[in-house]
């Protein structure tokens, strides 16, 4: 099975939901981390299935525009735990911003410079939304299982935006030193 599948019945482990619905989700909860397009997703719903992993139910009649909506199977819970079970794959790490850098030389200073500060504003602005989570999971007094590791995420974002920033600031200075002598 492919990392898709996986996000997907992580996500049908809490509550049944329409492609839409994990789509949403996906950009919402995961997107400093993760990301999965339409395209990946329903493919994956089908396979999962047809495989016994995932059925299809019922969505609420009430919406107007009443989609398909799945739910876990003890197979595909069984699945889910064998995963997380395994070991983590490694990641891989693909910046634009640091590809360009690397190539700078060949350019505008100003187009670097330029090229940084959205890369810090777009950080600035995950880092807002970071906050405004783990404020918010602070202020849940409940018995969440899911709660506590949650945060841990969102802790690890913060951490990985600050040095984002970091960098961005310290590079801002490096370029403007060397570029405007």
């Known amino acids: 099975m492919k990392q898709t599948d996986y996000v997907i019945l992580g996500l049908l482990s809490e ?6 619905q994990i789509k949403r989700i996906i950009d919402v ?16 719903l089908k396979a999962l299935c047809g495989a016994g992993y995932v059925k299809e139910t019922d969505a609420d009649a009430a919406q107007p525009r009443a989609q ?12 889910l735990r064998g995963w997380l079970a395994l070991p983590v ?3 891989s790490m693909r910046f634009e911003i640091l590809l360009k850098m690397y190539f700078s030389h060949l350019t505008d200073p100003d187009v670097m410079l330029e090229h940084v500060k959205k890369f810090q504003a777009a950080h600035e602005q995950d880092l807002k939304v970071l906050d ?5 999971l602070r202020a849940i007094e409940d018995d969440d299982p899911a709660h506590p590791t ?3 995420v969102v802790d690890f974002g913060r951490k990985a935006n600050g040095a984002y920033l970091d960098w961005c600031r310290e590079t801002t200075e490096f370029l403007e030193s060397r570029w405007r002598k």
């Open 132 to 136: 405004a989570f783990d404020a918010e």
């Open 89 to 91: 794959e490694k990641e």
């Open 68 to 79: 398909k909506a799945y739910r876990l199977t003890p197979q595909g819970f069984e699945a």
């Open 150 to 152: 949650i945060r841990r």
């Open 15 to 20: 509550e049944p939901l329409t492609g839409y």
């Open 29 to 44: 909860r995961f997107r400093f981390f993760w990301n999965e397009s339409y395209g990946q997703l329903y493919p994956s």
